[in-house]
């Protein structure tokens, strides 16, 4: 069983529609957790950021963590075409010690939003 | 944009040769990492620098040397490679150097596509 499980899709969906991606995870020692959206031939660029259980909102992005049942989501709002990418969860555990902030990563999932 | 840059965009290399990649940081980043990404799959940990001084190397094989000369500055210097190295090479960097924590996540460069022929 992989330490973070995420769903690969593919998932489409039209212009306009919400959107939600979810992650899960084993490791009880994740207290960090990121969403980056990967276009294709570019690097990873950081959406959310959020430490420990909770919500947080940028704009059309919501991030929410769960820890008790170790479940992350990310919602996006008013999908637009140019949303279309594959999104990856990440997590780490508490810096420091020999971790120095290594990140586990889902698989991705590849969504397109069709206009 | 981002604030990390790596050089060069695009490499093809011979069995044989020897190459650089070359990744630059100018926030102040204590923490740098190398990345490699197969396609369809997510970036792996090669190697973690923690205020210039090497702190993981996740068993990369030898062919594969990573070098800081400066807080701002990483490369990967590659020789003898292999096809299967063929990859996206990603560099980050994270504002302290013990790595991850509330207000230091982990910013990626756009990264060096690289095929060994």
């Known amino acids: 069983q992989k330490e973070v499980e995420q769903d690969p899709g593919p998932l489409s969906v039209p212009e306009g529609a919400i959107v939600s991606l979810n992650c899960t995870y084993s490791n009880s020692a994740f207290q960090y957790f990121m969403w980056y959206r990967q276009y294709s031939r570019k690097g990873p660029e950081l959406l959310m950021y959020t430490y420990s259980s909770g919500n947080k909102e940028d704009g059309r992005f919501t991030a929410q963590v769960d820890k008790s049942s170790k479940y992350i989501s990310l919602f996006i709002r008013d999908s637009q075409p140019s949303d279309s990418a594959t999104y990856l969860c990440a997590m780490s555990a508490v810096a420091g010690g020999t971790s120095y902030g290594k990140l586990t990563f889902g698989q991705g999932t590849i969504l397109t939003v069709h206009p | 944009d981002t604030e990390v840059t790596q050089t060069p965009k695009h490499l093809v290399m011979g069995m044989t040769n020897k190459k650089s990649l070359k990744c630059e940081q100018h926030?102040?980043?204590?923490?740098m990492y190398w990345y490699k990404q197969k396609a369809k799959k997510p970036p792996e940990l090669m190697f973690v620098y923690s205020y210039e001084k090497l702190s993981i190397n996740e068993s990369v094989p030898s062919r594969f040397s990573p070098e800081c000369p400066n807080s701002s500055l990483l490369n990967l210097h590659l020789h003898a490679l292999q096809p299967e190295d063929s990859a996206l090479y990603l560099c980050?960097?994270?504002?302290?150097?013990?790595?991850?924590?509330?207000?230091?996540?982990?910013?990626f460069g756009n990264g060096t596509r690289l095929t060994v022929t």
């Open positions: 926030m102040g980043h204590r923490a």
């Open positions: 980050a960097s994270s504002q302290e150097g013990t790595g991850i924590s509330y207000n230091s996540p982990l910013h």
